[in-house]
Each structure stands twice: as structure tokens, then as C-alpha cells.
């Protein structure tokens, strides 16, 4: 099971989301995916995974570790409105079908 740290939580009120700066230790398991690292900061701040949009990624070659930038809105309107339509994609808060549709 890999093991998150949290080394940076920041409180955006303007925005409504916090923002966490991480490092995700794993050793003999491949690379978490960014579903499971969803789980993990949902698991460890309490929150909905719905709501965890996962930024960034950042992983040394040869090193179990990740290190990473995440943020966890309030609701889903707060994320609909404030994140980019290329994150909402990755982080499955929209899908290709619907973007299609409201064109």
C-alpha cells in the first residue's frame, strides 16, 4: 500500500479548494495511477474523491516516490468552474461525450 505524506496545506478560501503539496512513497508496487492517488488524499483528509483533482506528478527516475500537487474544492460546481476543461477530463469530472454534446 503506498504511503502518502502531506507536506504543504494550504487553505484557498477565494477559490474554495485546498491545496496540498504531497509525497507518495511505494515500494515493490508500480506507480500509483492517478485514481489511487484520488483514493489516498481522499482516505487522508476526509473528503470526497469526487472533489480531490489531482494537478501534478512528478516521479525521479529510479526512486518509489512521487511527489505532487493536488487540490480538493468544496463542491463540484466550485471544480466545474475554476479548473481547466483538460483537468476535469483527466480527474474524470467530465467526460468527452458531454463536451461533445453542448457544442
Not at 54 to 66: A, I, S, W
Not at 80 to 97: A, F, Q, T, V, W
Amino acid at each position: 500500500m503506498p504511503e502518502l505524506k502531506i507536506e504543504n496545506e494550504k487553505e484557498n478560501k477565494l477559490l474554495h479548494r485546498k491545496e496540498l503539496q504531497y509525497r507518495i512513497t511505494f515500494k515493490n508496487e508500480p506507480t500509483p495511477s492517478r485514481e489511487k492517488i484520488k483514493e489516498l488524499i481522499a482516505k487522508n483528509s476526509g473528503s470526497n474523491k469526487e472533489l480531490v483533482v489531482v494537478d501534478r506528478n512528478l516521479q525521479e527516475t529510479g526512486l518509489n516516490e512521487v511527489k505532487g500537487y493536488s487540490k480538493i474544492y468544496k463542491d463540484k460546481e466550485s471544480a466545474m468552474l475554476y479548473e481547466p476543461d483538460y483537468e476535469l477530463l483527466r480527474n474524470g469530472l467530465k467526460s468527452k461525450e458531454g463536451e461533445e454534446g453542448a457544442q
